[in-house]
C-alpha cells in the first residue's frame, strides 16, 4: 500500500481501478479461447431528472487511459495473490488497446440512448475498459451539464456575471475536485476557486477571503483595512459576518480611507437578491460577487427579484449535482463477432432493454435551430450531420485533442442551438430523438428471436 | 500540466488540491505579520435529510495530508506566476504543520455541531488546511453513514447479508471510487468490487460477470458452460440477461451436467424480491446475490416482502448517496488568540451562526445505551466520555491508526448503542444533543457583544 497525498490511486495501480468482474471475465475470454471482437456502447437510459439535454464531457481523459492503459508489475503481483492464473497474468503484462473508439466531441448536446462512445475491438480489450470509462465521462457529463444549465440561465436573464466553482471542498473527493471545475468550465464557467485544478488545465483561478479573516482581527474594519494594505485595488471583501449592509458601509469607509478602489466584496448568507439592492446604495461602482447554495434555480430567482451581482461562486450544488447527483450510464454490448461476421446483440433484462448494433447519431437543423436526432445503425443510410466522430483506430489516437477554450467555445454554440423549450430548468420539453426503421425493426427481429428461444 | 492515468492529481501539485483564498489569506497572515494561535472546528450544521446520526470517516487521509503537506518547486513556481510575492513563496517553501489536532475517531457516531475534528495552530496554518480536510472528512463520512444504514436495516431484519460495494463506476470521479470502497467498509460492508480499493486497503474484493459475457456466446447456456468451465465451483451466473427464471433453470442443468457446485446466482433487474423467491424454488441451495439500485430503502423493501438472498451489491445509490448527495462540513474559526489569551469568536451570518470556542464533545450511556451527548468547551467540567481525541500535537501525529477492521467493528459497536429510535431510516427520532450551559452563556454573551458594535 503506498499512500499518496489524497489517497492511494497512482500511476502504478491505476489500472486497477476497475471492478473484479471485468478481470474475472478477462480471465475466462483469453483462457476459454472466446476473444470475439465486440462492440460497447457508452449511453444514459435516461436524463437525470429537470434535464433536457446533457453535455458530453470527460472523453480527453477516457482516451488518455485508453492510450495507456498497461499493468505493471505491482498490479499483477496483486492479482497473482488474488488467485489469477500465470498464463493470463502473462497476457495482461502485454496488455495494449488495438481496437476503435468512435465518441461524441466535448461540448456536444446528448439525449438519452444516444451513445457518447462506442467501443470496437477483441471483447477482453473492450471490456476491461467499462468501469474507468464510465467513471470519467458520467462525472464529467453530469457536472457539465449542471454548469451550462447555470450559463444557459445567465445567458437568457442576466447581463454575463461571472460563474466560478467554488466546490472542491464539496465534491466527492479530489478526483471530482479537479474534473468538477474542468466539467464546469466546458459547461461555461470561468474559473475556479480550486489552486491545483488551475495549474493542471489552465482554467483562470480566483479567490477572496473567508470569514474567518475577518473574525481573526477584534473588529471587521481592522479586518478590511489589512487586506486592502496588502491587496490593495485588488481586494474582494467579504461583508456578511456580522452585518452585510453595515459591512458594505465599512467597506466604503476603508476603500475611501485607504484611497483604493476595491474590485469587489462577496455576500454569502441572507435573502442575497434583497441584500445586493441594499448594498448596491452603499456601493453603486463596487461589483458583487455572490456565493452560499447558488444553482441554476437559485441564479434564476435572483434575477427574477433583480438582485445586482457581478457573479457567482456555486459549490456543493455544482460540483455534486445536487439536484441530480447521478448518471447512469452503462456500457453495453451491442454487437458481436460470429463466424466471421458482426451480430446485434440485446439483453431484454426487464426495463433495462438495449438497442443492438453499432450505431449513428445524425443531428438535423433548420435556420441555425436543432430539429432532432435519430440514432440508427452504423451502416445506415440517414438525414442530418452524423455526431459521432473516429478518435482511436487501431489502438492510435486519430484526432488532436481540442483545448478547453475550444470545447467551451463548442458547448456554447451548440446549447444556443438547442431550441429553448428544450433548456428550460425545470419543465424541459423532451427533444426529438427518433429511433431510425430499420434500428427499430432490428431490435424488435433481435427480440422475437432471443424470446422465441424460452420454452412457453 | 502532467497528466495521470485519471487525471492530474499527484504527489507534486496535490498541495495546491486548495482554494486559492486560502493561499490569498496566507500571504495576507504572513506578510501583515498578523498570525495569532487559531483553532477552527469541522462540523455539519445539520444532519443530511433522513439520517438520524452520522459516522465519522476519513480521519486517517486527513491526518496524513496534514503531516505530508509541503510545497514543492511546481507548486511555487506556478504561484509565482498567479501573482504571489517571493518572500510570502518563500515562506511557503518551508512549510510545516506545528499545531494540535484533535478528532473523532473514525467510526464514531457524529450529530450536528458537534466537531468532527479541530485544529489550533497558528492561523496561518490551521486556515491552508480547510478544503482538504473538508473534502476528505466529509465524503468518507457521507458514505460510512450510508453504508452504515444499509448494514443496520440487514441487523434489524436480515439474516447477515453481505454487503459488496459496487459503485466505481458511477462515483464522482476515481477517489471518490476508492474512498466510497474504503468509508462503505467502515460502515458495515463485506467487500468491493474495485480491485484498486483491494489493493490499497486491503478490503476483500468480489467479482461474478456481467450481462456482456452472457451476450457474447449465441446461448446463455453456452456462455454458463464455459464460465464454469473456468471458475468451476466459485462461479456466480448472472441470469437475468433474457428471462430470470429461465436462466436459473439453464444455471441448474449447467451445474448440474458439469457437475460443478456453483457458488451462487446474480439478479440484477426486475421485482427482485418476487423473483428472488421463484429462483429460490428451482435453485434452493445456491445463494442469490442481488443488485440493481439497490440502498437501504430497497434492502428494507426486500426482506418486507420476503426476497431471498444471501447478499446485496449497492453502487450507485452508496457512493453518491443518492438520498442525501451532499454533507455540507464547514471549518469555522472558534477562537483566536489576542493579547496572549485564546478568545472565543462566532460570526453572526443570517442562518451560519456558529458556537464559539473550542470545544469538548460528551456522550453519556446507560444500560450499553447512548442517552445523549453535550457540547461545551474544552476547559469545562462536563458528564459523560469525552469524545475528541488529541491525534497531532505539536505538528506530531500522537497516535496509531486502527486499521480498518477495528474502525468497522467501533462504528458497529456504537451503531448499535444508538437507541434504535435514532436509526430509523426514514423518520429517526432526532438523538439529544445540548449545547452546555456554558457555552450557551458564552455564545449570547458574544453575540450581544458583537452585535452591540452595529450602529442602531
Chains 1, 2 share one sequence.
Do not use: C
Not at 445524425?362 to 452524423?386: A, F, H, K, M
Amino acid at each position: 500500500m503506498s499512500q499518496t497525498t489524497f489517497g492511494y490511486l497512482t500511476e502504478e495501480n491505476a489500472p486497477l481501478f476497475t471492478d473484479l468482474y471485468e478481470l474475472r471475465m478477462l480471465q475466462a475470454y483469453l483462457n476459454q479461447d472466446h476473444n470475439p471482437t465486440a462492440t460497447f456502447s457508452l449511453f444514459v437510459r435516461d436524463l437525470p431528472p429537470n434535464r433536457g439535454y446533457m453535455i458530453a464531457a470527460g472523453l480527453e481523459q477516457a482516451i488518455h487511459y485508453i492510450e495507456t492503459l498497461s499493468f505493471g508489475e505491482r498490479t499483477l503481483e496483486y492479482l497473482a495473490e488474488e488467485g489469477f492464473d500465470e498464463s493470463f497474468l502473462s497476457s495482461l503484462s502485454e496488455f495494449e488497446f488495438t481496437g476503435e473508439v468512435r465518441a461524441l466531441p466535448e461540448g456536444t448536446p446528448v439525449f438519452a440512448n444516444e451513445p457518447l462512445l462506442e467501443v470496437t475491438a477483441p471483447i477482453a480489450e473492450a471490456q476491461l475498459l467499462e468501469t474507468a470509462l464510465i467513471n470519467q465521462i458520467g462525472y464529467q457529463s453530469l457536472i457539465a451539464t449542471k454548469a451550462s444549465r447555470m450559463r444557459d440561465v445567465i445567458d437568457r436573464n442576466g447581463e454575463g456575471q461571472q460563474l466560478i466553482d467554488f466546490g472542491s471542498r464539496r465534491a466527492h473527493g479530489t478526483d471530482a475536485g479537479m474534473k468538477a471545475a474542468r466539467a464546469a468550465y466546458i459547461g461555461g464557467f470561468d474559473g475556479t476557486s480550486n489552486v491545483a485544478a488551475g495549474e493542471a488545465f489552465g482554467i483562470p483561478i480566483s479567490g477572496t477571503m473567508a470569514h474567518s479573516w475577518v473574525q481573526s482581527f477584534e473588529y471587521e474594519r481592522d479586518s478590511f483595512e489589512t487586506f486592502v494594505d496588502e491587496y490593495g485595488d485588488e481586494s474582494v471583501l467579504l461583508i456578511d459576518t456580522y452585518d452585510t449592509v453595515r459591512g458594505a458601509e465599512i467597506a466604503a469607509d476603508v476603500a475611501d480611507e485607504k484611497g483604493a478602489a476595491i474590485r469587489g466584496v462577496r455576500l454569502d448568507s441572507g435573502d442575497l437578491a434583497a441584500l445586493s439592492q441594499d448594498v448596491d446604495e452603499v456601493l453603486p461602482d463596487v461589483d458583487q460577487f455572490i456565493s452560499s447554495g447558488i444553482d441554476e434555480y437559485k441564479i434564476d430567482d435572483f434575477f427574477e427579484r433583480d438582485g445586482v451581482g457581478a457573479g457567482f461562486g456555486p459549490g456543493t450544488a455544482l460540483v455534486t449535482s445536487t439536484d441530480a447527483p447521478k448518471v447512469e450510464g452503462v456500457y453495453k454490448l451491442v454487437a458481436t463477432e460470429r463466424d466471421g461476421e458482426m451480430r446485434p446483440t440485446m439483453k431484454l433484462s426487464a426495463g433495462k432493454v438495449t438497442y443492438p448494433g453499432e450505431k449513428s447519431v445524425r443531428r438535423t437543423e433548420s435556420d441555425g435551430q436543432y430539429t432532432g436526432d435519430v440514432v440508427g445503425l452504423r451502416d445506415e443510410d440517414l438525414p442530418g450531420e452524423e455526431q459521432l466522430v473516429t478518435v482511436i483506430d487501431d489502438g492510435e489516437r486519430v484526432i488532436d485533442l481540442p483545448d478547453l477554450e475550444a470545447i467551451q467555445e463548442r458547448g456554447r454554440e451548440q446549447r444556443l442551438k438547442l431550441p429553448e423549450k428544450h433548456r428550460d430548468i425545470e419543465d424541459p420539453e423532451p427533444y426529438d430523438v427518433r429511433i431510425s426503421d430499420e434500428l427499430q425493426a432490428e431490435t424488435e427481429a433481435l427480440r422475437q428471436e432471443l424470446e422465441s428461444r424460452r420454452p412457453a
